[in-house]
């Protein structure tokens, strides 16, 4: 006989596929983050080559869908560089990868924002590039990109249920255990869906948090 | 010394500064005066190395901003002071001033800051040393542009239209505080609209007429019959007879 009723177990089960799409949320975010503030870097300092690679790398990551990604990395790489790949390391590449290309777009965008007429004052005083990038640009370029960002984030971590399907045991993999065992999708996919809501709720609280600390910081507000 | 010598520059096929000489020595103020396109500010953007020039040369104290390795070093003789300010807009007035002298020259960042409000405490600006530029007006902003200049205490002090983008009123408040220090002995090469302020401050006046430079003569010289004998400054000047010269 089949059983199809809940446990409290579920729960735990439910916690520790939560807990794996947010510890690969988290790890990919700060590795594409900080793959795509570098990306950024090169650009600035018009790196030869290095920057039409970068740009090329960001064009293929942004226009292509995350799950052929995945596949490509799960499947093609392993074969191509005779390595092993679990799935979990496989997730957390094309995940990183993909946060790269986008953080690489918004960094790029919010450094541009920023008006020539102070760079140029800078310049003039004598300031190195790399003093003007870290006092000048950074701060202000931080402002104007961290509502983008936190979008960013917002849809990263949905992006990551994709990695179920390479066998990652993530939260919505834990789901489609359930489901198939309990027959009650209604029941599950609601759980399932609102554990997602509450963790996109708390990223973007976050965002805007920080968000509103670094615009008081430049008090537009007129005279 | 501060030299230029047969400067010039085009932007495409326009010329805009055109054979153009001038020396400024340590203790002069020289205002360069011009109608709008004349090729005023872009002298000064070759002086301080924001435009590259296709002929001539100027160094500043014997280093030549044409050098990648010397500009450095000539920059840091000279400080500008914007049109349109161009303030750090993340940056309280005080943290304006102090960025450069702290991240340049390397000074201690406490007696920096100490320097940047004392400087402020000059222009009049003490109390709002802590705002941002967003917060202050026009005259103020240019007031803590002037402070951010001094504060590398520079051997030339290069003003492009400083007053240009403000009201009669803001410009008497930066005015003021330029007529200190033009008495006060800090040489400036001075591009400007105000000729009235400018004949009252400066111990040379030169001209510039379409990218050459027509008139190089002490004040008094340029506003008397030496000066009128040039066509195009007579001309000039005559326009400008509703304002008390």
């Known amino acids: 006989m089949r059983y199809t009723e809940f446990t409290p177990y579920d729960i735990v089960l439910l916690l520790q596929g939560l807990s794996v799409t947010l510890w690969l949320f988290v790890a990919s975010t700060l590795i594409g983050g900080a793959l795509g503030l570098g990306f950024a870097v090169v650009r600035y300092y018009r790196v030869l080559l290095l920057r039409q690679l970068v740009h090329g790398l960001a064009e293929l ?11 490509l990395v799960f499947f093609g790489l392993p074969v191509l560089m005779k390595i092993n790949l679990t799935p979990s390391q496989a997730a957390l590449i094309t995940l990183s990868g993909n946060t790269a290309a986008f953080v690489y777009v918004i960094a790029v965008s919010a450094i541009e924002a920023i008006s020539r007429d102070q760079i140029e004052a800078a310049r003039v005083f004598g300031l190195t590039r790399w003093t003007i990038l870290r006092r000048v640009i950074a701060p202000q370029a931080l402002a104007f990109a961290i509502g983008p960002l936190t979008g960013l984030l917002v849809n990263q971590l949905q992006v990551t249920s994709l990695i179920s399907v390479i066998g990652v045991i993530d939260l919505t ?18 759980v399932v869906g609102a554990l997602y809501y509450l963790t996109a709720k708390a990223v973007a609280y976050a965002g805007s948090r920080l968000e509103r600390r670094l615009r008081a910081h430049t008090d537009w507000k007129g005279v | 010394m501060l030299s230029v010598n047969g400067l010039c520059k085009s932007f495409g096929t326009h010329k805009v500064l055109d054979g153009v000489n001038l020396t400024l020595n340590p203790g002069e103020v020289v205002s360069v005066l011009g109608a709008s396109g004349s090729g005023k500010s872009t002298l000064i953007r070759c002086i301080n190395g924001l435009e590259t020039f296709e002929a ?7 280093f030549d901003v044409a050098k990648p390795k010397e500009l450095a070093e000539a920059r840091r003789r000279s ?86 983008a403000l009201d009669p009123e803001m410009t008497a ?11 006060t002995g800090t040489t400036m090469l001075f591009v400007t ?8 401050i400066s111990h040379r006046i030169v001209f510039l007429e379409k990218g050459e430079l027509i008139a190089d003569m002490p004040s008094a010289d340029f506003f008397s019959e030496r000066g009128r004998s040039l066509p195009r400054v007579a001309q000039f000047l005559s326009k400008l007879q509703g304002e008390a010269l």
């Open chain 2, 193 to 200: 609209h105000e000729i009235a302020f400018a004949r009252s």
């Open chain 2, 56 to 62: 001539g040369a100027i160094t500043v104290d014997g």
């Open chain 2, 79 to 164: 400080a500008t002071v914007f049109q349109q300010f161009n303030l750090y807009p993340h940056m309280t007035a005080v943290e304006n001033i102090a960025l450069a002298p702290v991240e340049v020259l390397k000074r201690p960042k406490a007696e920096v800051i100490a320097e940047a409000r004392a400087l402020l405490d000059r222009v009049g600006l003490a109390h709002r040393a802590d705002a941002y530029p967003a917060q202050l007006s026009g005259g103020q902003r240019q007031r803590v542009g002037i402070c951010r200049a001094l504060a590398m205490q520079p051997r030339y002090l290069l003003l492009d239209e400083v007053t240009s």
């Open chain 1, 173 to 190: 993999k834990v789901g489609h255990i359930l489901n198939l065992r309990t027959l009650k999708p209604f029941i599950v996919w609601a």
């Open chain 2, 173 to 183: 408040e930066v005015l003021d505080i330029l007529k200190v220090l033009a008495t």
């Open chain 1, 61 to 71: 990551l942004k226009n292509s869908p995350v799950l052929v990604q995945l596949f």
